[in-house]
Structure formats: structure tokens, C-alpha cells
């Protein structure tokens, strides 16, 4: 995977989190895997498809994914990981994955994403798919997002 390819997805957590009033800052490197794989309790993620293939994934530990919640649905209460809360969470990453193929449609045209998913689950491993990928993690204030891009033309 061209690690610069995680770059408009990092832009879209910043713009679109943003949003909502927290910061997005990356708190590491770029880190590069052989395959697509998160152990974090919460993972939303959207597959790309067209002339770019993969996936893309925001992985959260449980309170981290409940806190971000309550933020998307102005300050309510999220006790548990429901599925409104679910719905909050797959609405965020579709609009950070749909601003990134935005972004990357300058240069690499022909790229649709498919509707996102949700995996919830104490001490899992979840396997998104077996081709190299970057991740960064990315503080928001409330706790972080873990980026996970898997992007092959």
C-alpha cells in the first residue's frame, strides 16, 4: 500500500470530527501492517471499491466509541453501545470516508464506497482482509480513533 494514501483519510477525521468540536490529532506515526486486522472493541468500517479497492476502518475502545456517540447526538447519554449508537458511529465513518474519496478523486478518479458496517465485541480480533494497510492512531479529546486504511489500485 502507498502510505500516502492514508493522508485524505487523516485530513477527513480532522475536518469531519471537527465538526462536532474536538480535535483529531495524529498521536503516532504511520504505521505499516502486512494485512488489515484491529483487536479495539468497536470498528466501523466501509469498503472501497471501483478503481481503487479496499477498506477503511475507525476502530475505538468501547467508552471512546460511547463518548463520541453522545457527541454526534448533541450530549445525550449513551450507556451502552446500542444501535442508535451504532447508527452514530457508522454515520461518522461514512462521512470521513466519503470526504477522503473526495479528496483522493483529484487524483485517483473512479472510487465509490459501499455502506458501512459495525463490529462490536469485548477481546476480539477482527481480520478486515489480508492485504498490507497503514494505521495511525488519533487523539480526540475524548479518547482514540484508530485509522486503519487498506487502499490498493
Known sequence: MDIALIDPFI??????????????????????????????????????????????????????????????????????????????????TNMICGTAVIALSSVHSGIDITPPSVVVGENMLFIMGSSASASVPIDLGIGMLHLTVSLES
Open 11 to 92: 485530513q477527513a477525521v480532522r475536518e469531519v470530527v471537527g465538526q462536532f468540536g474536538l480535535p483529531a490529532e495524529p498521536a503516532g506515526g504511520i504505521a505499516l501492517h502486512d494485512d488489515t486486522v484491529t483487536t479495539e472493541d468497536v470498528t466501523t468500517f466501509i469498503g472501497l471499491v471501483g478503481n481503487m479497492t479496499g477498506i477503511a476502518a475507525c476502530s475505538f475502545e468501547a467508552a471512546t466509541a460511547r463518548s463520541l456517540a453522545s457527541v454526534m447526538m448533541m450530549g445525550m447519554p449513551v450507556e451502552s453501545l446500542d444501535a442508535m449508537a451504532q447508527s452514530a458511529l457508522a454515520e461518522l
